[in-house]
Nanobody, 119 residues
Framework: QVQLVESGGGLVQPGGSLRLSCAAS????????MGWYRQAPGKQRELVAT??????NYADSVKGRFAISRDNAKKTVFLQMNSLVPEDTAVYYC??????????????WGQGTQVTVSS
């Protein structure tokens, strides 16, 4: 099993910044892709950003404003969010893909952290 602990959400004014963190722990052989998704009220969960090795991928709506990074030694993924707008308001979920000790693939979700952008 893998546990994901997210932190860093909160209330911020438009134009402000937040940094989300997600730390992985548990039993796995290796972490592959790490990423962030979000779900606004009444909408489907959508991809925000992913990172696999040094390769990153972003939703068009956050390109140039958000930056995803990872610390492999700490098994942690970060999401730096700048120039936030009200449309970024959502619950943000961490997602991690791992290779298990049995060399199978598994995917895990964090519990979610609320980000609210409002004046």
């Amino acid at each position: 099993q893998v546990q994901l602990v997210e932190s860093g959400g909160g209330l911020v004014q438009p134009g402000g910044s937040l940094r989300l963190s997600c730390a992985a722990s548990g039993s796995f052989f290796r972490i592959d892709a790490m990423g962030w998704y979000r779900q606004a009220p009444g909408k489907q969960r959508e991809l925000v950003a992913t990172i696999t090795g040094d390769s990153t991928n972003y939703a068009d709506s956050v390109k140039g404003r958000f930056a995803i990074s990872r610390d492999n030694a700490k098994k942690t993924v970060f999401l730096q969010m700048n120039s936030l707008v009200p449309e970024d308001t959502a619950v943000y979920y961490c997602n991690v893909g791992v290779i298990t000790p049995y060399f199978t693939r598994a995917n895990y979700w964090g519990q979610g952290t609320q980000v609210t952008v409002s004046s």
